[in-house]
Each structure stands twice: as C-alpha cells, then as structure tokens.
C-alpha cells in the first residue's frame, strides 16, 4: 500500500464526506422517521422511587388491553453472564417483577394512537408502591448496607476482584508514601438521538422486524431471539441512521424486547422513542467511582508501586451483554497507564446500587483512573519537592522499552509517551507559566496541568474470550461486490454512529481498487443484508497498527504515545 493519498481519494485523502449531504439536507433516516400504516405509539409507567415494593398495579378501566405489566409478557428476564469467579448475575425483567430497583425503571407499558394519548394513559394508572430503604452510596452499600439490592444475596456486590503483585515488599521499604482518595460523579450519555425503536410483522417473510437506534444491530437480533424464544432466522434487525450512541447503544435496551414483543404477539407495528427527560432520569448512567490510592516511590519520585481500591457504583442490574463489571475489571487493569512501576495491588468492587445499571461510555473506565493517578503523581512530586512534570515524565515507559508489557499484563505495541510530553511541555512554554505563578498574585489565576493516558482499542476475541463472556467477536467479516456498471458495493456489519464509516470504507477499497469513491457504496446495519459483527465499539471499526516506517508514512507519532501505539482512522 502507498503513502497518503492526499490529492486523490485514498486513505489520507481530503474528501467529501458521502455521508454528509443526506444529514446537512435533513434527508437521515432515524427510527422517528419511519412511517407504517396503523403504527401505534408507547409510552412507558416508570417507578418514581428507587427502591420499593410493588403492592399492586391498578389498569385504567376500560383500557385494560392497552396496558400491558409483568405478567402480560411473555419475555425472559435479562441475565448478563460473565465467567469470571465470584461474579452474581441479575435477572432484569422487562417490566419491574414484584420489586422497583431504580427512579425510571419500567412498570408498564402503553399502547396508543399517539404518544401523548399513550403518556395519558400511563398517567392513569394506580401504582401502589411500599417505600423500601434506598442504596445510594456505593461505599456504604459494599461495607454497611441499608438494604440489599437483590433478594437472597448476602451482600450487594456483583463481582470483587484482587490483583497483588509485590506489593508488601515495597510497602514496608518505600521512603515516600502518598496516599490519597478521589470520588467521580456519575454521569449521563445524552447522544443528540436517544434510544428508539420500532417492530412491526413482516408476514411474506415470516419475520418479526425491528428498527432500533443501535450500535451493534447483529448483537440484538440475538438478543431479542434469545429472550422472546424464537428463531434468529425469524428477527430482522435494521439500525438506520443513529444519532449518536458513545457506548450508550451497545447493548441490550428493555424497551427493546418490550416493543419487539408486542410486534411479535399482535403482528402489527408499533414505536417507542425515548424523550430527553426519560433519558436523563432512567437512561444508563457511568463512571460513579471511588479511589483510596496509595502509591510508594523513592526520594526523586520514582514509583515503586501503587496500591488501590476501586469502588464502582454499578447500579441495579447488568446490562446484556457486558455485564455490570466492565467498569470495574477495566479500571482495574488500566490504572497503571503508561507508568512503570514494579509492584501493584488493586482490589475493586462492582457494587449494586438503587440507581440505573451502568453501560460502556467512551474510554470504559479510563476517564476515573486517569484522574485518579494523574492527581497521585502530582501529589507525589509535591512530597519529594520536584516539577509534577519531570516526576510524570521519568515515570512514563521509555520508548526504548517497546514494546512493553507493564505491571498489570498489559501489552503495549509501540509509543513514545516521553516525546509526546515533552512536546506539549515545549508547546505551553512550561517556564514561562511557572514564572508567572511566582510573581505577586493578580487579577487572573495561572493554572498547569498536565495528564497521560493509554486506550485499548479493537477488542478482538482473546479479549471476551478470557473476560468469560457468553459470545466472542471473531474477526470482522466484509463482502465486497462488484457492480456491473463497474461500481463497487460494500457490506459490513459494523455500524456507523457518526464516525464518517461510508467515507472511510470507499476510501479504502478506493485505495487497493482504485474505483472513484462517489462509485463506491457502503452498506451496512441491516442483519438480512451484512455479515455477522459484534458491532462497532471500543474504536474497532477501523485501526491499523503500524510498524515504524507506516507510523511516519501516516504521521501517526503523536497518536502511537497517546493511545498506546496504533492509529485510530475512525
């Protein structure tokens, strides 16, 4: 393969986005958008208190066959299964089953012409909850609990898990110890589009046909077969354009199986679009965690080992199919980042909480623990008296040492972290700032910081292999066509959110066929037309790893140090 092809339409080239002129002209195609004869409308009766009993559910009179409870479906409960020891799953019904577990979960659904006449008529039911006491502190709920979460647990953790490596032998002779403790607020996605789906009976085909705003369409079709006990072969899924998704829209969504039910049982279509106020009360929250962090060095700084527990409000239920623990088994791991340091113990916690069940957002986990060591390593300059930057930057892996596996197992390709610092050190002029703070103080405050990080990217199957997880990716599939008009179509299974996919993947096959990219079709979020795919996540929709001359050919330099060695093209 060539270098860029800046001029022409190869990789590396500035190009038209194909994407773009449907959505400036306001011609996308969302699940919103979708018009059928005879579509009926759904809105949803959600708990108004975390933690409570369900004491009875008293339908309008006379539209008892618009609304539909528990016991009205016929849906398996949502178990996500990790295979890792000591992890406890959780059922997860469709509609709140004998108990309400977070503000905004589902105790019933119902069925009219319009939206607004369906809301009105969850406005009507009689919902008689006994008040049960709330868990809403994750600390509180892994050492002293209120209450439990999940009946017949004996405490409210999903999974705990150790790692120690060394750890006491540095313990006992490091000559500065810094310990801190961090707390992270939770978090909402808010994606411009929120979730959405729409089911409806397709009779020629035998199929039950459900449109939903997803990431991973392949994923629920077996999903919904799964959980509505029918044939994969009888569940098309089709994902049209999605505004957006950020991890949000990788998995399972009950609404999902509710509305795929109703299509299924009466055979006839029917819709429901999450409004931004459902979003921000029940749609799935992130990143509420807490850090004790004690990390031992030598009298310049040098870590000689960090010692952590990490503590992941996880909320009341494991989404399917990644669990309630991604959170906390990644954070885990990655704390480290791109530091050296022989000996390392972390203990963390995935704690049930009365709140929405936590999902992938962006950089699982990578946000907190950044945060948290970065704030360490300042604190560990302080207490030797040095510059936080020249303690961050003995502390990075040197590139002379890739590539590199670190303390906690990770595999690190290529980087060079230390040149990258460096040059944003040379780009903010480090001295100049630090001169400034010293001069008598002003109207204006002078702040500095400075912060690494790694991404693990294009999870693959070894990954979800040793995770324990019930399915593994396997490699990504594409069929590649030839038209007779001397065109090109592609089919892929994984699915664009807004990364610009039918653009990058005509740019590719332009660059190995040479066809013009305006030739070049991508096809792609239909399951009865694309191969199979675990969907696009984690940035693996597209990724080179490169070796040194393709890192200079691509310029890849600054993103190898900042993503731990290959470049991101999507």
Not at 56 to 74: L, M, N, Q, T, Y
Not at 133 to 153: F, K, S
Not at 227 to 252: E, M
Request: charged fraction near 20%; include cysteine.
């Amino acid at each position: 393969m060539g270098g860029p092809d800046r001029k022409g339409q190869g990789i590396g080239a500035s190009v038209l986005r194909k994407e773009d002129a449907r959505f400036l002209r306001g011609a996308g195609c969302y699940v919103d958008d979708i018009a059928l004869p005879g579509l009926r409308e759904i809105a949803f009766l959600r708990s108004p208190l975390a933690h409570a009993r369900i004491r009875s559910i008293r339908k309008p009179p006379g539209a008892e066959s618009a609304v539909f409870v528990r016991k009205d479906v016929d849906i398996r409960p949502v178990q996500a299964k990790l295979g890792l020891p000591g992890f406890r799953p959780s059922d997860y019904p469709p509609l709140a089953q004998d108990k309400v577990r977070f503000v905004g979960e589902a105790v019933a659904m119902c069925v009219a012409a319009t939206r607004a006449e369906a809301e009105d008529l969850a406005g009507r039911i009689e919902l008689d909850l006994e008040e049960l006491p709330a868990v809403v502190d994750a600390v509180a709920a892994r050492d002293a609990p209120p209450a439990l979460v999940h009946e017949g647990w004996k405490d409210n953790l999903f999974l705990q898990t150790v790692f120690d490596k060394g750890i006491a032998a540095i313990a006992a002779t490091a000559p500065v110890v810094v310990r801190r403790e961090y707390r992270t607020a939770r978090q909402v996605m808010n994606p411009l589009e929120g979730k959405a789906v729409l089911a409806h009976w397709d009779a020629r085909a035998g199929q039950l046909v459900v449109h939903t705003s997803t990431q991973v369409p392949h994923m629920i079709r077996t999903a919904i077969a799964e959980h509505l006990g029918i044939a994969q072969g009888r569940v098309r899924v089709i994902a049209p354009d999605v505004g957006g998704g950020f991890g949000y829209k990788c998995v399972l969504q009950p609404e999902e199986l509710c509305i795929a039910w109703l299509a299924l049982k009466f055979k006839k279509p029917f819709r429901w679009v999450e409004d931004r106020r459902e979003h921000l009360i029940s749609g799935a929250n992130c990143r509420e965690h807490h850090y004790v962090v004690t990390a031992y060095a030598d009298e310049r700084g040098r870590l000689l080992g960090v010692d952590a527990d990490i503590t992941v409000d996880a909320g009341a239920y494991s989404a399917w199919p990644f669990t309630s623990c991604l959170e906390g088994t990644m954070a885990g791991r990655h704390l480290p980042g791109p530091y050296v340091f022989p000996a390392y113990r972390v203990r963390t916690f995935s704690v049930a909480t009365n709140k929405p069940p936590i999902v992938p957002y962006r950089g699982v986990a990578r946000t907190g623990i950044c945060f948290a060591m970065e704030l360490t390593i300042d604190a560990v300059a302080r207490a030797v008296g040095r510059e936080p930057c020249d303690v961050r930057r003995e502390n990075l892996v040197p590139e002379t040492a890739m590539p590199f596996v670190n303390v906690s197992g990770n595999a690190f390709d290529s980087g060079d972290y230390r040149r990258s610092l460096d040059t944003a050190r040379a780009q903010v002029n480090l001295p100049a700032i630090r001169a400034r703070q010293l001069q008598p103080a002003a109207d204006t405050l002078i702040g500095v910081g400075f912060a690494n990080y790694i991404e693990m990217t294009a999870h693959g199957t070894a990954l979800f292999a040793a995770a324990g997880y019930p399915f593994t990716p396997g490699h990504e599939q594409a069929a590649v066509r030839f038209t007779p008009d001397g065109g090109l179509e592609i089919r892929v299974g994984v699915h664009s959110h807004g990364q610009g996919m039918e653009t990058s993947l005509a740019q590719i096959a332009h660059e190995v066929l040479g066809i013009p990219v305006a030739a070049i079709a991508v096809v792609h979020g239909d399951t009865a037309m694309t191969p199979y795919s675990t969907g696009t996540y984690a940035s693996r929709s597209i990724t080179c790893v490169p070796d040194a001359e393709s890192a200079a050919r691509h310029d890849c330099s600054a993103s190898s140090a900042m993503h731990g060695g290959g470049c991101r093209a999507a």
